[in-house]
């Protein structure tokens, strides 16, 4: 047997044991807003304080604001290419996208790949998976912002007024995300 032979299997097998831990530690579980303020994500954040404002380009070359979309709930999903859950979830943002516009929720994509990945091959990433909704350029200033992203996904949900309502970060379940949608704009519509 050849060093190479081994790799291979053994690589498959800490990375399987690795996204087991991550999946099942407490800290990897979504978070929901509770009656009393509870920590979002791996940020100093709590529920309720104001998510932080930026402006970054659109892959057509625009630019958009955080704050553009006040009096809609958002979700801001961060997410890279190169991140499998962040795949896992772009069909399912493609589709509460279409399900949940209409309502005043507004899905925000922040690609967070590396700095040499061309805005080309991201918009192409995006075209292939019916994306839709805005996919903005990130950076890392406002991954610093939003408390280092350091888990891909991270997704924060915030209310109309600005006001971060909860989020999650690691994957997590269709119908975890459903809820989290009904949840922010239940709480927007109150």
């Known amino acids: 047997m050849t060093i190479r032979s081994l790799w291979v299997p053994g690589a498959l097998a800490l990375l399987a044991v690795l996204a087991f831990v991550a999946a099942t530690r407490p800290s990897a579980m979504p978070r929901t807003s ?4 509870t ?3 791996a940020t100093n ?4 304080d104001t998510a932080p404002d930026f402006s970054l380009r659109t892959l057509d070359g625009g630019s958009v604001h955080l704050s553009d979309y006040r009096g809609q709930v958002v979700l801001l999903n ?3 290419k190169w991140c499998a859950p ?20 507004q899905i925000v994509g922040v690609n ?8 080309d091959s991201i918009a192409a990433f995006a075209r292939e998976r019916g994306v839709t909704y805005p996919i903005l350029l990130g950076n890392s200033t406002v991954a610093d912002a939003y408390g280092g992203v350091r888990f891909m996904p991270e997704t924060f949900f915030i209310a109309p007024d600005g006001k971060i309502l909860s989020s999650s970060y690691g994957i997590t ?10 949840d922010a704009l ?5």
């Not at 239940?186 to 109150?190: E, Q």
């Open 173 to 182: 379940t269709r119908e975890e995300f459903q809820k989290n949608i009904d």
């Open 112 to 119: 967070l790949d590396d700095t040499g990945t061309s805005y």
């Open 186 to 190: 239940g709480k927007a519509n109150h």
């Open 78 to 80: 961060f997410w890279a």
């Open 34 to 37: 509770t009656a009393a303020p």
């Open 86 to 105: 962040c795949r896992v979830e772009m069909p399912w943002l493609v589709e509460f996208d279409r399900q949940y516009r209409a309502q005043g929720l």
């Open 39 to 41: 920590p979002v994500a």
């Open 45 to 48: 954040y709590q529920s309720g």
